[in-house]
């Protein structure tokens, strides 16, 4: 069970803009609310309203400043969750077969019934994508929301991760990555995504797009020919007759 | 990486305890009582370790299933090595306890698997690669090390412990020094966890999350690396000099006695420190190592 399949028929994922993500958090708040009711035990919270909160979460946005050398900072936003990698180091420690990728569309997933919580798997992720739920004492991971995307019950325009549906900005797409043809395909050919950590050999399935080039602050200004003012009419008059004397 | 009480008292315990059965299968020959205690204090040891492994575990009652996935997980390769080698030892201690006369052959393949469970161990904290100061041979050497240098004190066999706590001593300076520069030459930075170090300078803004989590208080935990070069004195005094010098001084049994309890309590310091001196990757996304 735990060890990978060598080749998945699919490989779904999400695509993440770096460049129109806001930061807003929906996603955060779309995923734990989808999977607090879906698949598996609920995303517990440990004392919630008191002075030290803390709970299982799929999927966290971080907040990073860029210093360019010779431009104006900026501010990006970065959502991190499972990128249900090709090479998941976090299958093949797990001793009790718990967690797996499935064959027919590359999902990773934890079967809550087998899992003993023994952390193994959270320790061998490089992306801080799994949290073990204090409550229930197994692991949690980013299911894809593997509960909707098939899922007849729902309308078609859901079938999509919770995640990916609700951002505002469509910062978040999802796609087979494995189909050269598939728009996250062409996306991330179009805008240049990459991989996280390549170097820890996992092989992400999910890629980031990076922010665009900003406008330069050296550029001439827009507003430029409106700098220069010269004056007309009875000032204009003032202006040439002042400038003489 | 959090240093669990459980898991360090599970390592430390059962690492001497494996190590000490292995000699007790095939060097020693005690019979009778003495036989009796000497293997009870082995498998205590082996046992009260794996027990305390337990106490880490989110679902105990579920902890069979950890036999099922030997083929991929070393997790699971040593729940198997550790069965099997409590197992195939039983009848060898039984044997000397009640005068059977098992020939000492018996006693090599329990052996062997006591060994394979102290590097079954160590290979478990290796395979990490996300934890760079721990994905090295250096690891399970000096698990295998601790299992050699423990067992050796227990059986109060003086010449071999004396190599064995050199041998120790040489891999816990080799493991340090690799550990160090491990991280660094694993490669992984704030820029390539975003992809974003080619843009610029890169600096943490906001966190993800302002009250704690799994991940800070499992992964990231920062708060004991303050006593390193004092810990790793400890280490080695209380783990290898003092118990060698016990041995050289004291006369008989009395060596043994004294480097044996002093020997445990470096073997917690260096356990201790080498969980709380693990850097995990994920902590680069909070700006943390
Ligand atoms: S991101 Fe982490 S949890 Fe997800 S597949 Fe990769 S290694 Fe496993
Ligand atoms: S915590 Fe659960 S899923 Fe993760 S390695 Fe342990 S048994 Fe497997
Ligand atoms: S795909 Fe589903 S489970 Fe994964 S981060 Fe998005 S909402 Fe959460």
Known sequence: ?????????????????????????????????????????????????????SGTFLNRVHSYQVQPEAAAPMIVNFPRSCLHCTDAPCVTVCPTGASYKRVEDGIVLVNEEACIGCGLCAWACPYGAREMDAAAGVMKKCTLCVDRIYNENLPEEDREPACVRTCPTGARHFGDLADPGSAVSQLVAARGGYDLMPEQGTRPVNKYLPPRKKDRPDQASLLAPLLDIQATGLAGWLDRVLGKI | MNPAPSVIIFTVLSGMGFGYLALLATVHDYTGLAAFWHWFVGYALASIGLAASAFHLGNPSRAWRAFTQWRSSWLSREAWAAGLALLALAPVALSDWLQLGLPRVFGWPGAVLAVATLAATGMIYAQIRAVPRWHHWTVPALFLAFGAAGGCLLAGLRLPSLLALLVLGGMMALHWRVGDGAFARAGSTLGTATGLGGLGQLSVFEPAHTAGSYLLHEMIFVVGRRHVPRLRALALILGVALPFLCLLLLPGRYGPYAAVPLHMMGAFAQRWLFFAQAEHVVGLYYGKR
């Open chain 1, 1 to 53: 069970m735990t060890c990978l399949p060598g080749k998945t028929e699919r490989a779904l994922g999400l695509v993440i803009d770096l460049d129109t993500c806001v930061g807003c958090q929906a996603c955060v708040t779309a995923c734990k609310g989808w999977n607090d009711q879906g698949y598996g035990v609920p995303l517990s919270d440990q004392n919630p309203y008191g002075s030290t909160p």
